[in-house]
């Protein structure tokens, strides 16, 4: 085959329309409305048809219309409203010399036109983003440009899902290849068994913040090194560890051949805890310090999150796999293969989430009850220490709204809450002023959402029924599936067997009843992709296609393929209900429920991950009341019913109750109160600001100082470590006894509590002797941890020591106590394993 030289001829954009080019070449535009507003008033059918990509859209302009817009006065106001609007919000911060946090994920969903994600981790990466810089939060991104993404989905005439690759063409996507001083193309490395992997790095400008992603397609490496970043989540066990090396030890590299100045981390899942390994070698030749001593800086200075509430769904890599790659790795890293895997040791694999947790100071799961099953999941790994002391706590995920709401409710919103609603929409002035919003108003903004939806249903099946050869009459059907006045749930996402799709048609009989109820008539939309290795998930598709083809609920029931952002954003602004039904507690956090929520949508769900937390009473349904059931056919069927329950008896009665007017007063009522909870508690610009106040300032804060004077404190606190360690399996503790009787005791009453302590050496100011009380269950434990100080009553100047406590109390219940001891320094507390002793 001949090399060809290859060209493009695209129309030459007048002087005055520059903007637009710098604009299509920003995501920001994507969640800025009147800037979405300007590409499509370009030429609307060019807009749809290029599927909201503004480069796809330049590129097919004629210059006849680029003319007409340079001298269309409207149109050039229109861009210029816009063009003020980036330059204050869009402009990167991150040039000055303030550190930043580098936020590593395996995938990032921003827009719909970048395949470099596949469900919901993906998206709140998106979201993560895009909230950094709305708030101004100096952060970077790194991720893999993957050619290929994830697949497309087509079902076969037997409801199969089928899974289709193709290539993305990277001339359309709003990415730059980032080039040193020299004007040479930067390039990292790392070691594998079989050669040097090489990647190119790309620039995505994300608003404020840039997000870097590394391409191993490129000329310097042989066809099965290129195939590396092909496919997001494809391949075999070995493509997947080798995605990782990339991501976490390449995208370190990256950061510092680019000069960015990071000095916090963030892994987003344990599909980046590798990153850990880099920073400590880099730590480890830059300051001339210890292994140790670097991973002590690295902990300090890095945050982890994990998303996955059960042992299986976590991330682990065969010894016989991955200690090849280590030792690979061993001689660039300076780090033995033996100390990497004890690290993450975990039976007979490695754990990216141990390693992780190892290498991180601030561990967080994504909801309050995912941070108490985490916690429960993982306490091995702290030994002695309560699990409600663990040092993992939560931040419970959030949407970024603006990416999600309708554009009806964004007028609306903008109609009615202050002029500031969209950067501080948990403000209590925009939240009261939710409730001001007139009935009639919020209800026509949704059913405009709703008719856009319908026609994007219609839409799909008519595209889904063409694609696998359907007789004529099937495709006229599909132009008049769903109905526009109908009761409409939505379940959209990945297709877990555990997120049970088909409880709701457990009892078929029942729910076709509902169905085809002429006079309250309820329709359901269904949505989701199974990973191509689950074949449990693909059946459950099939299931659902199966009972969408039943003659009497045609056109009740659809399964729209191939789901995307676009796909979600139609779903979670036209729906009435969003339907969720995981087997709790296995749902981490989701989000799908807060963006229908922010949209005033109504959630029935199992109160699991962030509805556990969400539901108020006011703002939907809850199916059950938390139960875990050890019979899952037993908990099936209970659940399903009390589901049909709510149908039946709540969600049905109360949409349909228009006694005066077209709509239900309570369910504008319960609208307003979902909204109102999506707006305070839910949205990203909240959870990137918990992020940055609670983590990623102190972890900053912390490198600054351990790095100071040559990492003196460091080499301080591991001399003090090892001094702790050399003691500790001397140290004894004997059980605390009180000054006075105390089986009857009252409120008011005080008794002293004393400690004999042997230190073997250590000073009294090297460790803390605690008193360990608190209220007790029926079964003599301790419900919630309380610790108190105690002082020094006698130093015997041989080692022992005697320690006292004067407790006083304050409340009525029955109480249990004990004393432990601990380093006077807290990371020893935290750290895997850690320095506790019991008395």
């Not at 994507?30 to 480069?55: G, H, Q, T, Y």
């Not at 805890?273 to 292994?291: E, P, Q």
């Not at 202050?418 to 009639?440: A, Y």
């Amino acid at each position: 085959m001949r090399k060809l030289q290859l060209f493009h001829v695209s129309a030459s954009i007048p002087e005055s329309l520059g903007f637009l080019e710098t604009l299509s070449r920003n995501l920001w535009w994507s969640w800025n409305l009147d800037a979405v507003e300007l590409f499509k008033r370009i030429e609307p059918d060019l807009w749809k048809n290029a599927r909201s990509n503004p480069l796809v859209l330049l590129n097919s302009v004629s210059q006849e219309r680029f003319d007409a817009l340079a001298v269309d006065d409207s149109f050039m106001e229109h861009l210029k409203r816009v063009k003020k609007v980036y330059e204050k919000e869009a402009v990167w911060t991150t040039e000055s010399k303030e550190s930043v946090t580098a936020y590593f994920s395996l995938e990032f969903g921003i827009h719909e036109s970048l395949k470099l994600y596949s469900g919901g981790l993906g998206v709140l990466a998106g979201d993560h983003l895009k909230s950094s810089s709305d708030l101004k939060i100096p952060l970077v991104g790194i991720c893999l440009l993957y050619r290929q993404g994830y697949f497309s989905q087509y079902l076969n005439n037997e409801g199969l899902q089928q899974e289709r690759y193709s290539d993305t063409d990277i001339y359309n996507l709003p990415i730059e290849e980032v080039v040193d001083k020299n004007d040479e193309k930067i390039i990292v490395s790392v070691d594998l068994p079989e050669g040097s992997l090489k990647a190119a790095v790309w620039k995505l400008n994300v608003g404020r913040v840039p997000l870097y992603l590394l391409d191993s397609n490129i000329a310097e490496n042989p066809p099965e090194f290129r195939d590396i970043t092909a496919r997001l989540y494809g391949g075999d066990r070995k493509m997947r560890i080798r995605q990782e090396i990339l991501l976490g030890i390449g995208g370190i590299e990256m950061l510092g051949k680019v000069g960015i100045n990071y000095a916090a981390c963030h892994m987003n899942e344990g599909h980046a805890a590798f990153l850990g390994l880099a920073r400590i070698s880099r730590l480890v030749k830059k300051y001339n310090i210890s292994i140790e001593e670097a991973r002590e800086i690295t902990r300090r200075s890095t945050v982890f999150t994990t998303h996955t509430p059960v042992p299986a769904g976590n991330e682990t890599f065969k010894k016989e796999l991955i200690i090849p790659h280590l030792q690979i790795l061993e001689k660039s890293l300076g780090i033995p293969t033996d100390t990497i895997v004890a690290w993450g040791d975990h039976y007979d694999n490695v754990s990216m989430t141990i390693l992780g947790l190892n290498l991180a100071q601030y561990c967080n799961g994504v909801s309050k009850l995912h941070g108490e099953v985490a916690r429960n999941m993982w306490s091995f790994l702290w030994p002695g220490l309560p699990v409600d002391e663990l040092p993992l706590t939560h931040i419970t995920n959030g949407i970024h709204h603006l990416s999600w709401l309708s554009i009806e409710n964004i007028l609306l919103f903008t109609k009615y809450l202050n002029s500031n609603w969209h950067n501080s929409p948990g403000n209590q002035k925009v939240l009261k002023s939710i409730n001001k919003i007139p009935d009639d108003e919020l209800w026509h903004a949704h059913v405009h959402s709703k008719a856009r939806l319908v026609q994007t249903v219609r839409d799909y099946s008519h595209t889904q029924c063409k694609n696998r050869n359907a007789t004529s009459e099937e495709i006229i059907k599909a132009n008049d599936v769903l109905a526009h006045n109908a009761l409409t749930i939505g379940f959209a996402r990945r297709f877990a067997t555990y997120k049970r799709a088909t409880l709701i048609f457990r009892d078929f009989d029942r729910l076709k009843r509902m169905l085809v109820n002429e006079k309250y008539p309820v329709q359901i939309v269904i949505a989701g992709k199974a990973h191509p290795a689950d074949d449990g998930g693909k059946r459950l598709i099939q299931k659902i296609v199966e009972f969408s083809r039943e003659p009497e609920i045609c056109g009740r029931v659809v399964f729209l393929e191939d789901y995307d952002i676009r796909l979600a954003r139609r779903l979670v602004q036209g729906v009435d209900v969003w339907l969720n039904t995981p087997e709790r507690p296995r749902e981490a956090s989701g989000t799908s429920g807060m963006k229908a929520a922010a949209n005033g949508v109504l959630n029935l769900s199992v109160p699991d991950g962030w509805w556990d937390e969400g539901y108020d009473g006011e703002n939907g349904w809850l199916i059950g009341n938390g139960e875990e059931y050890d019979n899952p056919e037993y908990r099936d069927t209970k659940e399903s019913q009390a589901l049909y329950n709510i149908l039946e008896n709540e969600v049905i009665p109360t949409y349909y109750d228009r006694k005066v007017g077209e709509y239900s007063k309570k369910w504008l009522s319960m609208m307003k109160a979902s909204i109102a909870k999506a707006f305070e508690c839910f949205t990203s610009n909240r959870i990137v600001a918990d992020y940055n106040s609670k983590f990623y300032v102190n972890a900053k804060e912390n490198f600054s100082k351990a790095t100071k004077n040559n990492c003196a404190e460091i080499r301080n606190f591991i001399k003090y470590r090892d001094k702790i360690e050399t003691s500790w399996g001397k140290i004894k503790l004997k059980s605390p006894v009180t000054n006075k009787e105390i089986s009857e005791i009252h409120v008011g009453d005080s008794f002293v509590l004393k400690v004999n302590v042997y230190l073997d050496g250590l000073s009294h100011d090297d460790v803390e002797i605690q008193i360990y009380y608190g209220m007790v269950d029926s079964q003599n434990k301790i419900i919630k941890s309380c610790c108190g100080i105690m002082d020094v009553d006698n130093d015997s100047g041989d080692g022992n020591f005697t320690f006292k406590f004067t407790f006083k109390c304050g409340e009525t219940g029955r109480y249990g106590f004990t004393a432990r001891i601990v380093p006077r320094a807290f990371e020893l507390k935290n750290c895997i394993p850690p320095f506790i002793k019991w008395a």
